[in-house]
């Protein structure tokens, strides 16, 4: 009987439901994840910048030792690692409720009516509970915890990308503020010479008492400045220091701290997508949808009827009201088909939630490869602007450099050519190019860190 309510019930999700078997394909229900869906089938450019192992793009030897502390011991990625653990651990789990269930349960009992003697019974049973998974209950189960596994791995993989940039990008920072310092204390001590010209000047009678204090007031402006540098450069020790898990220490930089060129990507046509398809993110946000996909199936399934052999047996002296002394072995068999006929909607109302939050994650999959589009193109963008902006900033410095000394040159030597404000606005606008120099060789950095990160490097 129950073999035949099986055959109907397998017919019928033959004919309805058949659904509940597929296993998830990338959606190519429009044109965007259908061209990721076509790049992930496409052969993997493993010279693309953001396929690079981190070693072969940060080659500074100091920065590199910095990366492999932090992946060491940073505790984000630890975590991440545990969540890659834990969701391997659910896999092992749905794989196993495949197989039968085992219990013993072994019990006696004594029982004296009267002045009848003590009349004892004893059970040594064992049970076995066999789910067949006939309609995809388990199966579905099992795969989405297989996306499961996969998400996680790839959320690790965007940690992992997370700390490496990072490191890097503070590593540069420090190196950009610390060259800002040594350019400060360098024109400070300029500075404080150009005071003492300028008190020279003044007792010959060249110049006036004030042109004394103006240029002493520069000379202060520039120390205050040095202290500003140097707790910036402590608080970015303390980020470094965070980021490789060790207590806050001083961390140093090479004195020529700057990245290779990359191979630039050509958008001129858009952000090709094979570069997108490589990032963790992106990964984990479909593998986000293949979980509500099969949470979907799952639904559909509850709809069907559970399957369930379970098997006795054991040793006992209780057969029925008798009491058998010895005892002897029992096997009993039974099988069990329920289907599900009314639950208050429940199983409707998962339905309907379960297709919603599928729509949801699909949404978050195309907003994802939306948003690595964006990065790419913003730190790509970045980039080639900085270089341009360089070269304009070297020359600008090379410029106001002649200038500082051509007026300076006036001011001593040739009586009514120029006068003080000339030179310390000449001196002022010289260290601001400087500065400005240094920062944009900084936003260049920086942005082919943002650029190995957001093609999904780190590997």
């Known amino acids: 009987m129950i073999a035949k309510a099986a055959s109907a019930a397998i017919l019928a999700v033959s004919l309805t439901g058949c659904h509940i078997y597929k296993s998830y394909e990338t959606p190519q229900d429009t044109p ?72 013993l349960a072994p019990n006696g009992a004594g029982a004296k009516y009267a002045s009848n003697a003590f009349s004892w019974t004893y059970q040594l049973p064992a049970q076995a509970s066999w789910e067949i998974d006939i309609f995809g209950k388990l199966l579905n189960s099992k795969r989405r915890a297989q996306a499961a596994v996969l998400q996680s791995e790839a959320y690790a993989q965007a940690v992992r990308s997370q700390i490496i940039a990072g490191v890097a990008q503070t590593y540069y920072t420090l190196a950009a503020v610390k060259a800002q310092l040594a350019l400060s204390r360098n024109t400070s001590e300029l500075w404080k010479s150009t005071v003492q010209t300028m008190r020279d000047l003044k007792e010959g009678g060249g110049v006036t008492e004030a042109a004394v204090m103006q240029s002493e007031a520069n000379y202060y402006s520039i120390l205050g400045s040095i202290t500003d540098l140097e707790v910036s450069v402590d608080k970015i020790n303390n980020t470094m220091s965070l980021l490789l898990g060790v207590l806050p220490q001083e961390w140093q930089v090479s004195a020529e701290a700057a990245l290779a060129t990359p191979t630039l990507v050509d958008t001129a046509g858009g952000v090709p997508m094979s570069l997108l398809a490589q990032r963790p993110d992106v990964h984990a946000a479909e593998q986000n949808l293949a979980m509500a996909y099969y949470a979907t199936a799952s639904a559909h399934a509850a709809f069907y009827p559970s399957l369930t052999i379970t098997a006795n047996g054991g040793f006992t002296n209780l057969l029925g009201s008798f009491v058998k002394n010895p005892g002897d072995w029992f096997v009993q068999l039974a099988g069990s088909l329920v289907a599900p006929l009314f639950s208050r909607g429940r199983n409707i ?111």
Request: charged fraction near 20%; include cysteine.
């Open 349 to 459: 109302a998962t339905l309907k939630a379960s297709k919603a939050q599928q729509q949801v994650a699909l949404n978050n999959f195309e907003y994802s490869l939306m948003s690595a589009s964006a990065e790419v193109s913003d730190a790509l963008t970045v980039y080639s602007k900085s270089v341009e902006k360089e070269g304009l900033l070297r020359r600008q410095v090379d410029d106001l450099a002649k200038a500082v000394e051509m007026t300076r040159e006036l001011l001593l030597y040739s009586t009514g050519q120029t006068n003080y404000l000339e030179v310390l606005t000449a001196q002022q606008t010289l260290l601001s190019a400087q500065i400005s120099l240094i920062a944009c060789r900084q936003s260049r950095d920086l942005s082919v860190i943002n650029l190995y990160q957001s093609l999904g490097g780190g590997r």
């Open 32 to 103: 965007l994840t259908k061209e990721y869906a076509e790049a992930l089938e496409a052969p993997v450019d493993s010279t693309a910048l953001g396929n690079l192992g981190w070693q072969d793009v940060f080659t500074d030897p100091i920065l590199a030792d910095y990366i492999s502390q932090a992946l060491a011991n940073n505790t984000d990625l630890r975590n991440a690692q545990l969540n890659v653990e834990a969701a391997r651990a659910q896999l092992l789990g749905a794989r196993l409720s495949f197989l039968p269930s085992l219990a």
